[in-house]
């Protein structure tokens, strides 16, 4: 009891002496709390004993009151870091380290100039692209929805009871331009042409050019086969039907143009081997079929098709009515006996000097309107086809030129595809 008076009384010195009316040692809210606790707990201990304290404490630090945002600062030396931060208080900012046009680093607080710009013009490209995709779906249409994806079981049963049928050899090979049909069993008689890795020496051969591997010569044969084509052309003279004389100027030359655009108008596509409907001799004129469909050209060509032919034939010298006679009674031609249809002689013109025949035949055998108009005694100045079946050429089609043929005139044709 003693030692507990002796600590009491010392402690009493000791905070009588001490005055804290300065902020030379702070002290925190924990701190001065447990003080108080323990001056409490010696004071209801100690003997009623009147003591007066002379204890004062610091004023709290008074709140930093909102400053100006500081302008962007040229440059940051060691000895101003404690101002700046000072000066910030608590406000968060995000420091940006540039290079001026002197090649010196810099701290600022603001982003640099360019970095805003290109932020300002990334979002008005932005708007102007978004502005752009809402025009263009309003100047549009809508486009078309998406071929339906078939099963496999649907896509079975078209290629079973829809698909082409397997063609012979030498037919693909002439549909795909690798020559004509000819030409192309010569080389699979050559052993030239291989279907599926093995040699193949038969052109009657089934094969399907989208299932089946087909090479020719080493090359192999495209999947797709070019797609049908069907011309008129206004022949000139002095121009063959047939393909391959190179001393002599052939018809399909005139398609230069077009086979040149083959590739722009059917892209990844073989080009398309043109031939003739038939044959005019090189000096006749007029109206010439020309395609590369196979099937077409032999239906035109075939005497089951019983298409008429009609020509106009201009004659050296007078014409009477024994000479109409003469060639209406027909003659032989090649062993068989040919009769026109028609023989009619027309009106004479004024800016036409030499009499016309207008004849239309049916057979369609070489020269058979010069052999009926030989076999009458008469001599042509000139020959030219205006007309096969129901198509008549075109008045305006100049000679050399071509014009593609529509839907309605392959019907008039008789072809029914």
């Given at each position: 009891?003693?030692?507990?008076?002796?600590?009491?009384?010392?402690?009493?010195?000791?905070?009588?002496?001490?005055?804290?009316a300065?902020p030379?040692?702070?002290?925190?809210?924990?701190?001065?709390r447990?003080?108080?606790?323990?001056?409490?707990?010696?004071?209801?201990?100690?003997?009623?004993?009147?003591?007066?304290?002379?204890i004062?404490?610091a004023?709290?630090?008074?709140k930093?009151?909102?400053k100006p945002k500081p302008?962007p600062?040229?440059?940051?030396?060691?000895?101003?870091?404690?101002?700046?931060v000072?000066?910030?208080?608590?406000q968060?900012?995000i420091?940006?380290?540039?290079?001026?046009e002197?090649?010196?680093?810099?701290?600022?607080?603001?982003?640099?100039?360019?970095?805003?710009?290109?932020?300002?013009?990334?979002?008005?490209?932005?708007?102007?692209?978004k502005?752009k995709?809402e025009?263009?779906?309003?100047?549009?249409?809508?486009?078309?929805?998406?071929?339906?994806?078939?099963s496999?079981?649907?896509?079975?049963f078209?290629?079973?009871?829809f698909?082409?049928?397997p063609?012979?050899?030498s037919?693909?090979?002439?549909?795909?331009?690798?020559?004509?049909?000819?030409?192309?069993?010569?080389?699979?008689?050559?052993?030239?042409?291989?279907?599926?890795?093995?040699?193949?020496?038969?052109p009657?051969?089934?094969?399907?050019?989208?299932?089946?591997?087909?090479?020719?010569?080493?090359n192999?044969?495209?999947?797709?086969l070019?797609?049908?084509?069907?011309?008129?052309?206004?022949?000139?003279?002095g121009?063959?039907?047939s393909?391959?004389?190179?001393?002599?100027?052939?018809?399909?030359s005139?398609?230069?143009?077009f086979?040149?655009?083959?590739?722009?108008?059917?892209?990844?596509?073989?080009?398309?081997?043109?031939?003739?409907?038939?044959?005019?001799d090189?000096?006749?004129t007029?109206?010439?079929?020309?395609?590369?469909d196979?099937?077409?050209?032999?239906?035109?060509s075939h005497?089951?098709?019983?298409?008429?032919?009609?020509?106009?034939?201009?004659?050296?010298?007078?014409?009477n009515?024994?000479?109409?006679?003469?060639?209406?009674e027909?003659?032989?031609?090649?062993g068989?006996?040919?009769?026109?249809?028609?023989?009619?002689l027309?009106?004479p013109?004024p800016?036409?000097?030499r009499?016309?025949i207008?004849?239309?035949?049916?057979?369609g055998r070489n020269?058979?309107?010069?052999?009926?108009?030989?076999?009458?005694?008469?001599?042509?100045?000139?020959?030219?086809?205006?007309?096969?079946?129901?198509?008549?050429l075109?008045?305006?089609?100049?000679?050399?030129?071509?014009?593609?043929?529509?839907q309605?005139?392959?019907?008039?044709l008789?072809?029914?595809s």
């Amino acid at each position: 009891m003693a030692a507990l008076a002796a600590a009491v009384a010392a402690a009493s010195t000791a905070f009588t002496t001490l005055h804290l009316a300065k902020p030379a040692i702070l002290l925190s809210r924990r701190t001065r709390r447990h003080l108080r606790t323990i001056i409490t707990s010696s004071l209801s201990s100690a003997p009623s004993t009147t003591t007066e304290f002379n204890i004062t404490f610091a004023p709290p630090k008074p709140k930093p009151k909102p400053k100006p945002k500081p302008e962007p600062a040229e440059s940051l030396s060691p000895n101003s870091d404690h101002d700046s931060v000072s000066e910030l208080g608590e406000q968060l900012y995000i420091p940006w380290i540039v290079r001026d046009e002197n090649g010196n680093l810099t701290l600022q607080s603001t982003p640099p100039a360019r970095l805003l710009h290109e932020m300002a013009n990334a979002e008005t490209k932005k708007k102007m692209k978004k502005k752009k995709k809402e025009n263009d779906s309003k100047a549009k249409p809508a486009s078309p929805t998406t071929e339906p994806k078939f099963s496999k079981a649907a896509r079975r049963f078209y290629n079973e009871n829809f698909r082409d049928p397997p063609q012979r050899l030498s037919k693909v090979l002439a549909a795909a331009g690798v020559a004509s049909r000819r030409s192309s069993e010569e080389l699979i008689f050559g052993g030239k042409v291989t279907v599926n890795g093995s040699v193949c020496n038969t052109p009657q051969t089934r094969v399907d050019p989208v299932r089946d591997v087909i090479y020719v010569n080493g090359n192999r044969l495209a999947k797709k086969l070019p797609p049908k084509v069907y011309f008129a052309l206004n022949k000139p003279k002095g121009y063959i039907c047939s393909a391959g004389e190179k001393e002599t100027k052939s018809v399909l030359s005139l398609f230069n143009d077009f086979m040149k655009s083959c590739d722009k108008r059917n892209p990844g596509l073989p080009k398309p081997r043109l031939f003739t409907v038939g044959r005019l001799d090189v000096a006749t004129t007029g109206l010439i079929i020309v395609t590369n469909d196979g099937d077409f050209a032999q239906k035109l060509s075939h005497p089951s098709s019983n298409l008429s032919k009609e020509y106009i034939a201009t004659i050296d010298g007078s014409v009477n009515k024994r000479h109409l006679v003469t060639i209406s009674e027909g003659t032989l031609v090649e062993g068989v006996q040919c009769t026109p249809d028609i023989v009619e002689l027309l009106q004479p013109q004024p800016d036409l000097s030499r009499p016309r025949i207008r004849i239309v035949v049916h057979e369609g055998r070489n020269h058979e309107v010069r052999e009926l108009v030989k076999n009458a005694g008469l001599e042509i100045h000139a020959l030219k086809r205006v007309r096969i079946g129901g198509f008549r050429l075109p008045s305006d089609l100049a000679l050399g030129k071509h014009v593609e043929l529509k839907q309605a005139n392959l019907q008039a044709l008789g072809w029914k595809s």
